[in-house]
Nanobody, 116 residues
Framework: QVQLVESGGGLVQPGGSLRLSCAAS????????MGWYRQAPGKQRELVAT??????NYADSVKGRFTISRDNAKNTVYLQMSSLKPEDTAVYYC???????????WGQGTQVTVSS
């Protein structure tokens, strides 16, 4: 069974930083496009960032503030979040996708709360 396990969420003040990690197991990590989605209360789940074969993609709302990266040797994908805003508050989900469709696998999510 494929597992994606997120960590690094928490409470941070506006303007602060957090780094999320997602460790993958039981998949050939290097062939998957990895990504991060988020869902805020009462809102639809939205794509935050993806990384695939060196190509990076970001939602407009996080460009210049968030950075996605991966370490194929560690089967891990990261999301470095800086200049956090209250509107970044959400549950963040790690995803793994093979092909060009919707994610094949999802993590359980990690809560990020930006509040003073």
């Amino acid at each position: 069974q494929v597992q994606l396990v997120e960590s690094g969420g928490g409470l941070v003040q506006p303007g602060g930083s957090l780094r999320l990690s997602c460790a993958a197991s039981r998949i050939i990590f290097s062939i998957y496009a990895m990504g991060w989605y988020r869902q805020a209360p009462g809102k639809q789940r939205e794509l935050v960032a993806t990384i695939s074969r060196g190509r990076l993609n970001y939602a407009d709302s996080v460009k210049g503030r968030f950075t996605i990266s991966r370490d194929n040797a560690k089967n891990t994908v990261y999301l470095q979040m800086s200049s956090l805003k209250p509107e970044d508050t959400a549950v963040y989900y790690c995803t793994a996708t093979v092909g060009s469709g919707q994610p094949d696998y999802w993590g359980q999510g990690t809560q990020v709360t930006v509040s003073s």
